[in-house]
């Protein structure tokens, strides 16, 4: 029977959870929903409304004024009456309206016409079919805005063919000119100042403060009311964004700084989007995981984010306001063709989501006034093939209703049902289960101290019994290093994902770099871990501090290996140096004389280079060359201990682990990246290419997945086979019992992580693998499972007719056009190659280079940064030099390899067969792609050659800190002597 104190513990954890489910239940069914009495005023209106897109570049004049029969006009608003639409949002631009000069109001580029004449006609349309018009008033001319077009930033935006649009120079000329569309038209009574000035593309590409859009505001409505005092103000809606990607300020916090600089009273009617984003409008969803640190819970940005707008009102007082969502939509687009706004949805579905959001706006938002539907149709031109945009529409180009017109129309055109009495549970139940639950938290006090009792004796045990077993050893660190180790991770994380802010990002560096200057061997461990992250760089950008919008960007690799280095230097032996300068050419004599060549070739890649490339291969030389070395050296020097060792092993085959987890998910239609970093990638993260869809997992690009994969999976799968005994190792899993076939499973993900990658060269280096594990293990099962792999693989392609399982397809095409390209290159440069990181700048076909193929300067091929082939690569960044140098040093390690394998046994054996089996599938990987020149493989290609090195220790020899410092004492000595 349980005891009293676990009845009570397990009472106690029920009341919690209920307690948990209370507020979940009460966010769900009550959040947002209004109260049962009198709605304000302007919401009390017709809730059917939409947006026509470019109509007034269709209607025509003649040379004399005449309006041209026929045109597309008349048209639209007849089609929005008849499906039953109260209100019509359109545009006014002050750029299609004051074209030539203040106070002109004649098109100077069209025969002198009257820029009202089309606007007229529009507005006569509306009035004609009972239509009322909610205009838009933004976008200034040119003449408007000299000052600001003259700014830096937004040059630099113009020279990318970018639209840019904000504020004029002067805001009392906008004054004058809402002014004039108000005194022009007394017919109108509702306009919308601005759109989405949260975004930089429609502020200047300047700081977005929401006190000088008061100040735009203010001046407007005064000078609209001042003409039209019944007029109805509508704010300009926000667009729905986190704010993390740098495009715009979070909408939340906009608004709120709204009303903070005193913005109250500059509007009516609050505006607002309402994007589904491919939701159900049925879904009470507030709240996502957060995309960092300082972000762990993030509001959601699609159906329910009229909600929190409204909360802000109502907390700043102005909860007697409606909301008017001025655009509404779900994006249709085909499977084939990517659109930004979530998910796609079928035609019907967009008309029953629709419908959904004015239902439950109807049934909940009291607040909520007119809802327009973004968008009618795309007007003006006809829209090209590759824009998701008109996907949004009702009917096509052509005036061809889609379904969801005829499920509007239905909608709109039918009697309202009357509304569903309240449900007087729905906030009673979730209060009554709050307070039992808080009542048995409360009654449950005593039982607390039991139960953290409980858990101290629980930790207890598990510390008394990783003294006895090496529990500690399989995570790679005694206890006191592991607390050591998860602070530096915090801190990194804190420094990579809190902000781009220089504040907040100071704040995670001055936590892990005193931490790593304090025990530089944990940092190091770090290193294999955040190297994948290599294409999407740590952004700092705050001017405040002088560094500039479009930010200063750094590996995070590169920040843990210099605060290492600088921690090495602390702690180095420096009373020792002259004895080590004595030895020092003799060490050289025996292990660095291939490191010193590699060095050398890597400097002269620099040398070799012309001024154009000079800064390209500067950072090249630095990432590719000093750094890895570095990396080996330090790897070298911690590494004499035999517990480190395994850390830093487990530290890489769990980093790969994780990435082919992620590569996986990817496929599933889970993405994890963006919990890991913002910065985006130059394709998604799944790439459909060639009849399959290949995970690109941290990279950017699915072949780099395969690289960094290729390398990981054999040592997992050979140390899995070898893997047994209690071996005091540094990596001996938690239960003994289950270590080999967790290793194995571990491989097979990983493995199954390289498939999805769908990389040919991948794949050839998985066989060469096996077959040298097959070999260098004695497991003759291995070679007849690569054999059956390959064949089912070439039959799959076959009859699938995959095309990227074709070993002759398009890609190998593209393989030998890059190295006739690279040979051509190499004619010219024989000895020292091209230079570090030159491929891509001598094949520019924008330079008129002779190296690319006509018929490849027109393809994806004219960006390939390498020619995709080891030996072809290494003589253009390093020339003979370097392929020597590159050569000696895989040799050399292999050789050792190989000499300690016949006197190991167990993992030892596994482990060497896995390294030696790792460096033969990256080598012919490297046949016809990447090998070397890239930050993570250079990294693990000098963490495999030190691996393979031994440095003359046995693995987990040395364990304690004691021992740690006696072997380095005896090395000094050893060496000094």
């Not at 948990?20 to 069914?29: F, Q, R």
């Not at 830093?648 to 890991?676: D, F, K, M």
């Not at 370097?882 to 394998?901: E, K, S, T, Y």
Request: contains cysteine; aromatic residues 10%; charged residues 15%.
């Amino acid at each position: 029977m349980l005891s009293r104190t676990g009845l009570r513990c397990g009472l106690l954890l029920l009341a919690l959870l209920a307690l948990a489910g209370s507020i979940w239940w009460d966010n769900a069914v009550n959040r947002g929903v209004g109260a049962d009495g009198p709605a304000p005023a302007l919401a009390q209106v017709p809730r059917g409304g939409v947006n026509v897109y470019n109509l007034q570049y269709e209607v025509t004049h003649d040379v004399q004024g005449r309006l041209i029969p026929n045109n597309k006009v008349a048209q639209t608003m007849r089609m929005i009456r008849d499906a039953g639409f109260h209100w019509v949002r359109m545009q006014f631009p002050w750029e299609d309206i004051e074209i030539c000069g203040k106070g002109s109001f004649q098109d100077c580029h069209h025969a002198n016409q009257s820029t009202w004449l089309k606007y007229d006609y529009i507005v006569q349309q509306a009035t004609a079919n009972g239509l009322e018009l909610i205009v838009r008033l933004d976008r200034p001319p040119d003449w408007a805005r000299r000052g600001w077009i003259a700014t830096p930033e937004v040059q630099a935006q113009l020279k990318l063919h970018q639209p840019v649009t904000g504020p004029p120079d002067r805001l009392a000329d906008f004054g004058d000119y809402v002014a004039a569309v108000a005194q022009h038209y007394p017919q109108l009574q509702y306009f919308q100042i601005w759109n989405e000035p949260n975004l930089q593309a429609e502020w200047n590409y300047q700081r977005q403060e929401p006190a000088e859009l008061v100040k735009l505001l203010r001046i407007a409505r005064i000078r609209i009311r001042a003409v039209r005092p019944q007029a109805v103000v509508l704010f300009p809606s926000l667009a729905p964004t986190d704010g993390l990607d740098g495009t715009g300020i979070n909408d939340l916090e906009y608004l709120e700084g709204v009303y903070a600089a005193s913005g109250r009273d500059t509007f009516d009617v609050l505006g607002a989007q309402l994007y589904g984003l491919g939701q159900s409008p049925a879904k009470h969803r507030y709240v996502r995981i957060g995309k960092t640190v300082l972000r762990p819970i993030d509001t959601r940005a699609d159906v329910s984010r009229v909600v929190l707008l409204h909360e802000i009102m109502e907390r700043n007082g102005d909860g007697a306001k409606a909301v008017w969502v001025t655009e509404l939509g779900w994006n249709s687009a085909p499977p084939g063709l990517p659109q930004p706004w979530g998910s796609s949805v079928s035609e019907e579905q967009k008309g029953q989501y629709l419908i959904g959001a004015l239902e439950r706006a109807r049934q909940e938002w009291p607040w909520m006034g007119t809802m327009c539907v973004w968008m009618f149709r795309f007007g003006g031109e006809p829209p090209n093939p590759a824009d998701p945009t008109p996907y949004f529409q009702l009917v096509t180009f052509d005036f061809r209703p889609l379904p969801a017109y005829s499920m509007l129309r239905d909608y709109l055109l039918r009697p309202p049902t009357l509304l569903p009495a309240p449900n007087p549970l729905r906030h009673l139940l979730p209060a009554l289960t709050g307070l039992l639950a808080l009542g048995v938290v409360g009654l449950s006090g005593s039982v607390l101290p039991a139960l953290l009792g409980g858990l101290g004796g629980v930790l207890g045990a598990v510390v008394q019994r990783s003294r006895r077993i090496p529990l500690s050893r399989l995570r790679g660190v005694q206890l006191r290093d592991r607390w050591i180790l998860l602070g530096m991770a915090l801190a990194l994380l804190w420094f990579y994902r809190a902000s781009a802010q220089l504040p907040l990002t100071a704040l995670g560096a001055l936590v892990f770099v005193p931490l790593a200057v304090w025990r530089p061997d944990l940092a190091l461990l770090l290193v294999p871990v955040v190297v994948p992250l290599y294409l999407r760089p740590k952004g700092i950008w705050d001017e405040r501090f002088g560094i500039r919008p479009t930010g200063v960007f750094v590996p995070l690799h590169e920040v843990v290996l210099l605060s290492v280095s600088a921690g090495f230097l602390v702690h180095y032996p420096w009373r020792a140096l002259g004895a080590k300068l004595r030895a020092f050419p003799h060490a050289v004599s025996r292990e660095w004389w291939p490191l010193l060549l590699f060095l050398v070739a890597g400097t002269l890649g620099v040398l070799v280079v012309p001024r154009a490339g000079r800064g390209d291969a500067l950072r090249a030389w630095r990432w590719w060359i000093v750094e890895p070395v570095l990396f080996y050296g330090l790897i070298w020097w911690y590494g004499r201990v035999g517990l480190w060792r395994g850390r830093i092993l487990a530290a890489w085959l769990g980093t790969g682990v994780v990435v082919a987890l992620i590569g996986l998910l990817q496929v599933a239609g889970v993405n994890l990246v963006p919990l890991l970093t913002s910065q985006p990638c130059f394709s998604d993260a799944v790439v459909a290419t060639e009849a399959v869809r290949r995970a690109t997992s941290v990279y950017c690009h699915p072949n780099n997945m395969g690289l960094a994969l290729g390398r990981v999976w054999p040592v997992l799968l050979a140390l899995g086979l070898t893997m047994s005994g209690s071996l005091e190792d540094g990596i001996q899993p938690l239960v003994r019992r289950y270590q080999r076939p967790l290793l194995i499973a571990l491989a097979g993900g990983v493995l199954l992580g390289l498939v999805v990658s769908f990389s040919k060269g991948a794949y050839i280096g998985a066989a060469g693998a096996l077959l040298v594990l097959g070999y260098l293990l004695r497991r003759r099962w291995l070679l007849v499972l690569m054999a059956v792999a390959v064949v089912l693989v070439i039959t799959f392609g076959l009859v699938k007719g995959v095309e990227r399982l074709n070993p002759l397809g398009g890609s190998s095409e593209a393989r030998v056009e890059l190295w006739q390209s690279a040979v051509m290159m190499l004619r010219d440069h024989p000895v020292l190659g091209v230079g570090l990181d030159q491929f891509l700048r001598l094949r520019d076909p924008a330079q008129g280079s002779h190296y690319i193929a006509p018929e490849a300067a027109a393809t994806n091929e004219r960006f390939a940064s390498h020619p995709h082939n080891v030996v072809l690569d290494t003589l253009l960044q390093t020339g003979w030099l370097g392929l020597l140098a590159l050569g000696w040093l895989i040799i050399r390690a292999v050789q050792r390899g190989l000499q300690r394998l016949p006197h190991v046994q167990g993992w030892e054996c596994g482990l060497l067969a896995g390294l030696i089996a790792a460096l033969v599938a990256a080598l012919l990987h490297g046949l016809v792609d990447n090998f070397y020149f890239v930050s993570d493989l250079a990294f693990n290609f000098w963490l495999i050659i030190a691996l393979l090195g031994g440095y003359g220790y046995d693995w987990g020899r040395t364990t304690s800190l004691a021992e740690r410092a006696e072997v380095m004492v005896a090395s000094n000595k050893e060496q000094g002597a």
